[in-house]
């Protein structure tokens, strides 16, 4: 399980993180009709809208008649699942449906269920509320014998344009069939690189190794169209303006992913089902350029891939580095010794050894750039120093560090020489 402090509590999210969300971005995390008019100006797929009802007389005048299969009826400010109406076929004499557990619904029920909706009854938010009628995206054969009665959905935590969590929602009979924690749907942890599935947990937050049913095991699903549905989620997200957000999506078996819904302050039980805290994720991403949807993929498939032989995978055109490289330092007179060395991302100019500048004659009078203060050691000189750090030669000015004697890494190469490349998180 992660630190302590590498989670990301409700105030830290909120402060740190939300608040760099625009008001204009936040709407579309509290309007699923701001959302879908959105996605389908961009061309970012989406489940088909039907329609948007705003008044009993839009209720009546709607077709009904024509909607023969596969219908949500939703709120467009509800969360937690509030207020849906999952519809699977209609009867022969149009005047009733079928829903996912075989129940049927008349069309005077339905007519209703949207009038209640139109009144606020399920409303979360204070925008006025209209009835969202869009097709329902049915369960993919991949993940047809994980969910119960209902569509399994992915959470993309987005930040920097960077997917730095995910996690697969599946329906259960005690969430009656919605993919959702707060009803007890199950949360699936997902790997960034490979999109198979890691942890899980049962509702808010119970570890568990497998399904309710008790046969199937919840790690090792895999996920389909894994890196189209992560490029799809920072379009989604970058279409919004949201720096920090969840974005729902569903996988259709012959659209691929579609985007459900955007959420500008989501839910935090997704460290639990990855064992892993946002807290540090979103700390080594947020000073990242990215350049565009795909680099934003790559970034985080070499990032937070669950094994280090992954990552070197994941590279794809990106410079990736271990937390620990043998480097090679170079002194006067031609000297050079190989040695271990930390990618220390906490510090902003690199370190060196006393002891080991002494033996590359490092420490004259030609090499000194000046002297600063450095936490524990006083006023301290900074020297230059020419190294090779895989297949690229840099001088760079390094804090002469006694306390580096004592470690098992006589260099720390800090952020000032890690530009170019990027940190992976294991050895």
Excluded at 92 to 114: A, M, N, Y
Aim: charged fraction near 25%; hydrophobic fraction near 40%; charge should be positive.
């Amino acid at each position: 399980m992660p630190k302590a402090s590498d989670i990301l509590g409700m105030n830290a999210r909120n402060q740190l993180y939300t608040a760099l969300n625009s008001a204009s971005a936040k709407r579309f995390g509290t309007s699923k009709y701001a959302t879908k008019v959105l996605l389908e100006n961009k061309g970012i797929p989406t489940a088909r809208v039907f329609g948007i009802l705003g008044t009993k007389e839009d209720i009546n005048d709607f077709p009904w008649e024509t909607m023969e299969r596969n219908l949500v009826i939703k709120p467009s400010n509800g969360n937690a699942g509030k207020g849906i109406l999952i519809l699977k076929r209609q009867e022969p004499d149009k005047q009733h449906w079928l829903d996912t557990f075989g129940r049927r619904v008349s069309l005077e029920e339905i007519k209703l269920h949207c009038a209640d909706i139109l009144e606020g009854q399920y409303s979360t938010y204070g925008a006025t509320p209209n009835v969202i009628i869009e097709e329902r995206v049915p369960i993919h054969s991949k993940l047809l014998k994980y969910a119960y009665k209902g569509t399994p959905d992915i959470r993309v935590i987005i930040f920097n344009r960077v997917p730095v969590m995910a996690m697969l929602r599946l329906p259960t009979p005690e969430s009656e069939g919605r993919a959702n924690l707060h009803q007890g749907a199950i949360g699936v942890g997902i790997d960034m690189f490979s999109g198979v599935t890691t942890y899980g947990i049962s509702g808010k937050g119970e570890s568990i190794t497998v399904l309710p049913e008790g046969k199937r095991k919840v790690n090792g699903i895999k996920i389909p169209d894994w890196s189209r549905l992560l490029r799809i989620a920072i379009e989604a997200a970058d279409a919004a303006g949201l720096i920090f957000c969840g974005v729902d999506l569903f996988i259709h078996e012959e659209k691929g992913p579609l985007v459900v819904e955007l959420n500008a302050n989501p839910g935090l039980s997704i460290q639990l089902a990855n064992h892993a805290g946002l807290r540090r994720r979103l700390d080594r991403v947020q000073d990242i350029t990215v350049l565009n949807p795909d680099h934003g993929v790559k970034i985080s498939q070499a990032l937070f891939a669950e094994n280090f032989s992954d990552k070197i995978k994941a590279e794809e055109g990106l410079r990736i580095l271990s937390p620990f490289e043998d480097i090679t330092v170079f002194g006067d007179n031609k000297t050079k010794e190989e040695v271990p060395a930390l990618m220390n991302t906490g510090r902003f100019r690199s370190a060196i050894a006393s002891e080991l500048a002494k033996r590359l004659g490092l420490i004259e009078l030609d090499d000194l750039l000046w002297y600063q203060q450095e936490k524990g050691e006083g006023k301290v000189p900074v020297i230059e120093v020419s190294f090779k750090l895989r297949d690229q030669r840099r001088t760079s000015g390094m804090v002469v560090s006694m306390k580096l004697n004592k470690t098992k890494y006589p260099i720390e190469i800090g952020r000032n020489d890690l530009k170019g490349f990027l940190v992976g998180e294991n050895e």
